[in-house]
T-cell receptor, first 114, second 114 residues
Framework: EAQVTQNPRYLITVTGKKLTVTCSQN?????MSWYRQDPGLGLRQIYY???????DKGDVPEGYKVSRKEKRNFPLILESPSPNQTSLYFC?????????????FGNGTRLTVT | QQQVKQSPQSLIVQKGGISIINCAYE??????FPWYQQFPGKGPALLIA?????SEKKEGRFTISFNKSAKQFSLHIMDSQPGDSATYFC?????????????FGTGTKLQVIP
């Protein structure tokens, strides 16, 4: 089954404790991206990657890091989480070079930082 | 700065009624307008999309109406059903060279009551 898999689904942590949210897709998509969803703000892009070893900032990159060492994986790293990073996070992928191909989203990771 | 404004924030419709969600954009460089549907506990999924060279697109009970001069577009759900209860995001995208910048609206939570 074609899918984007995120782990964990739920995560509660404390301020300053480094964490990683994993994202994997099995569709051989070149493009991958991370979004955060907050009430009243919709979906905002954190980082994206056009292909392996190619990443760039989205609209709200502060406090986050990403890496793209393999085509299928795109982990999101919070090196020193803060309470304002409490949010619902989504990883997405799509075909690259196929303009306007749809984004395929994972089922989300709900992060709480206390 | 919200480049895609979506309203209403929430909507309650009787079964069999018409649900209407409106969006407005500012940047005339946007050239593709998808709508995503999100059920609780799931990631958004593409529902229907339109290009600005057409004024309307219909897929089953779902119709996008597009007004290029007013920079507005809307989603109409005819004969709304309880199974349509979800959060709907409009979006606008633009890009070149395989990169697509997608900007999402703030979302509309639709509840269809029996």
């Amino acid at each position: 089954e074609a899918q984007v898999t995120q782990n964990p689904r739920y995560l509660i942590t404390v301020t300053g404790k480094k964490l990683t949210v994993t994202c994997s897709q099995n569709m051989n998509h070149e493009y991958m991206s991370w979004y955060r969803q907050d009430p009243g703000l919709g979906l905002r892009q954190i980082y994206y990657s056009m292909n392996v070893e190619v990443t760039d900032k989205g609209d709200v990159p502060e406090g986050y890091k990403v890496s793209r060492k393999e085509k299928r994986n795109f982990p999101l790293i919070l090196e020193s989480p803060s309470p304002n990073q409490t949010s619902l996070y989504f990883c997405a992928s799509r075909l690259g070079g196929s303009y306007n191909s749809p984004l395929h989203f994972g089922n989300g990771t709900r992060l709480t930082v206390t | 700065q919200q480049q895609v404004k979506q309203s209403p924030q929430s909507l309650i419709v009787q079964k069999g009624g018409i649900s209407i969600i409106n969006c407005a954009y500012e940047n005339t460089a946007f050239d593709y307008f998808p709508w995503y549907q999100q059920f609780p506990g799931k990631g958004p999924a593409l529902l229907i999309a339109i290009r600005p060279d057409v004024s309307e697109k219909k897929e089953g009970r779902f119709t996008i109406s597009f007004n290029k001069s007013a920079k507005q577009f809307s989603l109409h759900i005819m004969d709304s059903q309880p199974g349509d209860s979800a959060t709907y995001f409009c979006a606008a995208s633009m890009g070149s060279g395989g990169y697509q910048k997608v900007t999402f609206g703030t979302g509309t939570k639709l509840q269809v009551i029996p």
